[in-house]
């Protein structure tokens, strides 16, 4: 469960401790004999008090307002101490100094906690040199400087907190992509197999009832098993039920088919995907080329797969079949082209 507290809440209170200083700075101007700096300088907290608080879309502050903070807090006590007398009791005379700690600790709350270090420092230094050691904790410096340092604290610990969740959920994506990934290559191992099983197992018990001792024919077979179990691996979406029995079929007839699925067509959709496959099928079913190349076509152009057929232009090569011969995958320079389709990605 995660608990937040809204953001309004927080600058809420923040303004109202801050007008509170300039109440009290109110009502201690009786103790001024000339109010009219000290109003100046009430003024000027007041301006930095707004522009620290403004709703802004940036956390961290920019480094002209913490500079400004910072100018802020060095002038309230040279100008308000200037006014008053150091061997007395000045009682709320002296609100500059919860002031400047107000000021300094939204300053380190917004990520500048050198400069607010920096501004409580010097108001520190400058109330001993003033008042002496005697008085720090008359004068509110203790307090000051330890809401500034515990701002600094739990600053840094929710940046670190943070910053650690940022990494755990980070951890979490990638264990989760990797969990994914693992499933699916199980679910595809599974399904190869499966796919595998059903394609060779006829075929291998015959194997196993011959002992080995298979005919011409029959090996011939195995080949072309073989290929089918292939096309499982590099047709991969170009492939179903009617065009694995096209396939099948141009290779028994003694064509070399190959296909070549690099993902053009993933991006299709069921519609799209079953059309290409019908026009794929009927194109294989109406071939006679001795050598048969689909390929999809990346780069998300009009066209979703291509089909070439070469074949012999000597009609009694084309009728023995070259599927078998090694020269015809070595040497195509008597081949032409029998076969050239374009699917395009759409129908329209």
């Known amino acids: ?55 802004s879309k940036h956390v961290i502050m920019p480094v002209w307002m913490a500079s400004f903070c910072l100018a802020v807090s060095i002038v309230l006590p040279l100008v308000v101490t200037s006014e008053l007398d150091s061997s007395v009791k000045n009682g709320y005379a002296t609100w500059y100094v919860a002031a400047v700690g107000t000021l300094m600790v939204i300053v380190s709350t917004r990520r500048r906690q050198g400069f607010a270090w920096l501004g409580v420092g010097f108001m520190a230094v400058h109330g001993v040199l003033w008042a002496g050691v005697e008085q720090i904790a008359d004068l509110g410096i203790v307090g000051s400087v330890v809401w500034v340092a515990f701002s600094h604290a739990m600053s840094s610990t929710l940046t670190r907190a943070g910053r650690e969740t940022r990494e755990f959920i980070l951890a979490e994506h990638e264990a989760a992509d990797w969990q994914a990934a693992q499933e699916a290559h199980v679910n595809e191992r599974q ?137 015809a995958d070595e040497d195509d320079d008597g081949d032409e082209v029998q076969l050239w389709l374009q699917i395009p990605r759409s129908a329209s």
């Open 1 to 55: 469960m995660r608990v937040s507290v809204p953001r309004w809440l927080i600058v809420s209170l923040a303004a109202v401790f801050s007008a509170y200083h300039l109440v009290l700075a109110v009502a201690s101007l009786d103790r001024f004999t000339d109010p009219l700096p000290v109003v100046a300088c009430m003024v000027l907290y007041a301006a930095a008090t707004v522009a620290v608080l403004w709703p």
């Open 191 to 327: 399904y190869r197999l499966l796919q595998t099983g059903r394609t060779a197992r006829p075929m291998l018990q015959t194997i196993v009832r011959r002992h080995g001792d298979l005919t011409a024919a029959e090996r011939q077979e195995c080949l072309n098993l073989e290929g089918a179990i292939r096309d499982e691996i590099r047709g991969r979406r170009l492939l179903d039920d009617d065009v694995r029995h096209e396939v099948m079929a141009a290779r028994r007839r003694g064509a070399v088919v190959s296909l070549l699925d690099e993902g053009g067509i993933d991006d299709l959709g069921p519609t799209d995907l079953r059309r290409v496959h019908a026009v794929l099928a009927g194109a294989l079913r109406d071939s006679l080329a001795d050598r048969i190349i689909v390929r999809t076509v990346q780069g998300g152009g009009d066209d979703a797969v291509t089909v070439v057929g070469l074949g012999s232009a000597d009609l009694s090569s084309s009728a023995l079949g070259r599927g078998v011969s090694a020269d």
